[in-house]
């Protein structure tokens, strides 16, 4: 069974750094691409960024430059580093993947940014 295990999340002030790592089993993570995603009470759950087999990556333009996604595809974990943390980043951060036209999510991780 498809797996996600989101981990890392907690508070953190404005303009500090926190990095969220995901532990995937049940499916073969080498071929498939990972993304990550957010959401917050009342909002949409919005796309963070994704990183393909190859290791390209993608963002969306309210992370650009701030977030970094990772892969180690030898322990079947996909990571997010996250800089320059604002309160608008504040949000449930999930971990996502799509094997077989499935889509599988993690429970999520809370990522709260508060002075």
């Known amino acids: 069974q498809v797996q996600l295990v989101e981990s890392g999340g907690g508070l953190v002030q404005p303009g500090e750094s926190l990095r969220l790592s995901c532990a995937a089993s049940?499916?073969?993570?080498?071929?498939?691409?990972m993304a990550w995603y957010r959401q917050t009470p009342g909002k949409e759950r919005e796309w963070v960024g994704s990183?393909?087999?190859?290791?390209?990556?993608n963002y969306g333009d309210s992370v650009k430059g701030r977030f970094a996604i990772s892969r180690d595809n030898a322990k079947n974990a996909v990571y997010l580093q996250m800089s320059s943390l604002n309160p608008e980043d504040t949000a449930v951060y999930y971990c996502?993947?799509?094997?077989?036209?499935?889509?599988?999510w993690g429970k999520g991780t809370l990522v709260t940014v508060s002075s």
């Open positions: 049940g499916f073969v993570f080498r071929f498939n691409t």
């Open positions: 990183i393909t087999p190859g290791r390209e990556m």
């Open positions: 996502f993947v799509t094997v077989r036209a499935i889509k599988y």
